[in-house]
């Protein structure tokens, strides 16, 4: 607090300053006894006196450091909440133990006129002060909240993360809801893809960057963490104070949302969170990995709330992607990777951003361990488990089942010799798939297709190609068989 005490007192405006908020803490007062209950509200929260206002937040002080932490834990969210209600001016609530006895200034009681309505509970809620002489306290700031949410990964900032085609509609939407978080149409922000792609790390940029103006107050946690939250809270019998929590947030982003798949009281419990929390204006960011519309099993409603604002998905990797990616990887690790090992790392290692920069890693450390310049033999070396398991990833075996369980066709008519397009064309699909997902050479994926010529197989990748280019949804199909056998 700058300015000090006496300063503070002596002004008209500080006092016309305290008697409105004096009449805006009686309403909240009011409030908080409704909402806790005369008896808790009695214990714990009668017995804070309000402060001066210093910019965005106003100090509250209780007589001893027990009370002031046990008001911090159970209340300091609320009490910021109904404070930035009243008004809006008031971001943050700081709270302070002052020392019984000595001389007050601040006491909004002083000279205030107050509704006759609110006159009883002004007398109870702001007693005559016991006291500011504020003990020095760490400030407390708003900022990520560590008490029910996850930390954020730090090295997960939009400068850290590589655009390109596959994600730049995702990116765009992220900085968009960073810079001016809660605009319409980006309330909520879906993100989706497959696993791998970032979509963790965008929400974390949103975290970091929304943190460093230092405005607002963010929670970031998994879907599955929101469960067990909830299902503590209910065994705790404190799952008025979880929802109060949670519902006191400026942005609330809750990460792999298919987690509440089937998860029937947590999605009705994030429904109502998610209501209010838009209702209130605040943001809402959620990840998950398929389309709100391709999540079944999701609550109707909250499906449709999720599709609301903005869905932005997050498509497979780009050979061009996975190169920039490394390079920028590889740069910021100061060792030297020639271009040729990128560009066999980004041929081999197809599947996700996750598994690409996991084996980029350990090159790196094998390189900086042995002081030795990285090459494609030495690469191949070191990765050789990861480069075999690679390979075996996916077998033209599996990928037939699922192409053909996907169209409804006979797994047999992937090696028959029967041209119906209905079957023709997702052989095809299967054997575009081959060639993206296996090493196999053309030759091998003809054979394993009824033995036929590599030819054919040349043909069914342009083929394939060109349709995705035409079709969208044909393009989303194959898409999307294509994440479902990589993951
Ligand atoms: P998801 O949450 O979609 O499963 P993550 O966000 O956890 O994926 O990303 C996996 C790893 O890949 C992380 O280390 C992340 O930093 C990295 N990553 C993903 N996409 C990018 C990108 N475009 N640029 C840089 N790193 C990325
Ligand atoms: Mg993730």
Redesign the pocket.
């Known amino acids: 607090m700058t300015g000090g005490l006496e300063g503070y007192d002596a002004v008209a405006e500080a006092n016309a300053q305290k008697s409105v908020l004096a009449i805006h803490w009686s309403r909240i007062c009011e409030r908080l006894k409704a909402e806790v209950g005369e008896v808790e509200y009695r214990t714990w929260l009668r017995q804070i006196t309000v402060g001066p206002v210093d910019e965005d937040e106003i100090t509250l002080y209780l007589p001893t450091r027990f009370l002031r932490d046990w008001v911090r834990g159970q209340y300091g969210d609320r009490l910021g909440t109904l404070w930035n209600a009243e008004v809006p001016a008031i971001r943050r609530v700081e709270l302070q133990v002052a020392r019984p006895g000595s001389a007050s200034a601040t006491s909004p009681a002083d000279g205030v006129t107050v509704p006759a309505a609110t006159t009883e509970v002004r007398e109870e809620a702001v007693p005559r002060p016991a006291v500011p002489a504020p003990v020095v306290e760490e400030p407390r700031h708003a900022e990520v909240r560590s008490d029910l949410a996850a930390p954020l990964d730090p090295r997960f900032t939009f400068d850290t993360f590589v655009v390109g085609k596959p994600n730049e509609f995702a990116y765009a939407c992220a900085r968009r809801v960073a810079e001016r978080p809660s605009s319409p149409g980006f309330n909520p922000l879906f993100l989706y893809g497959g696993?791998g792609l970032g979509?963790?790390h965008l929400m974390h940029a949103i975290g970091a960057e929304l943190l460093r103006e230092g405005r607002v107050s963010v929670a970031y946690m998994s879907a599955e963490k929101f469960m067990y939250r909830f299902i503590a809270a209910i065994r705790s019998q404190s799952t008025m104070e979880f929802k109060e929590q949670l519902r006191s947030v400026d942005v609330l982003m809750i990460?792999?949302l298919q987690f509440l798949i089937g998860k029937d009281n947590t999605q009705e419990e994030f429904f109502h969170t998610f209501n209010a929390l838009v209702d209130a204006g605040r943001q809402i960011v959620v990840?998950a990995d398929k389309s709100p519309s391709d999540l079944s099993g999701l609550e109707d409603r909250l499906r449709t709330r999720l599709g609301c604002g903005m869905v932005a998905d997050i498509h497979a990797t780009t050979f061009e992607l996975r190169i920039s990616i490394l390079e920028a990887k590889a740069s910021a690790s100061g060792v030297v990777v020639p271009a040729k090992v990128l560009e066999f790392l980004a041929h081999k290692i197809t599947s996700n951003v996750r598994e690409l920069e996991g084996a980029l890693n350990r090159l790196i450390a094998h390189a900086n361990l042995f002081g030795r310049p990285v090459t494609l033999e030495a690469t191949q070396d070191v990765l050789h488990d990861i480069l075999k398991a690679h390979d075996r990833r996916v077998t033209i075996e599996e990928i037939q089942r699922k192409v053909a369980e996907h169209w409804n066709i006979r797994l047999t008519d992937m090696s028959s010799a029967r041209r119906a397009r209905a079957v023709a064309r997702p052989r095809q699909v299967a054997m575009y798939l081959a060639k993206q997902l296996t090493s196999r050479s053309l030759p091998e994926i003809g054979r394993k297709f009824g033995n036929r010529d590599h030819t054919t197989v040349m043909h069914a990748v342009t083929r394939v190609t060109e349709l995705m280019e035409q079709d969208p949804a044909f393009a989303e199909d194959v898409e999307l068989l294509r994440r479902m056998l990589e993951s």
Do not use: I, P
Request: aromatic share 0%; hydrophobic share 15%; glycine share 0%.
């Open positions: 696993v979509k963790t990460d792999d990840s």
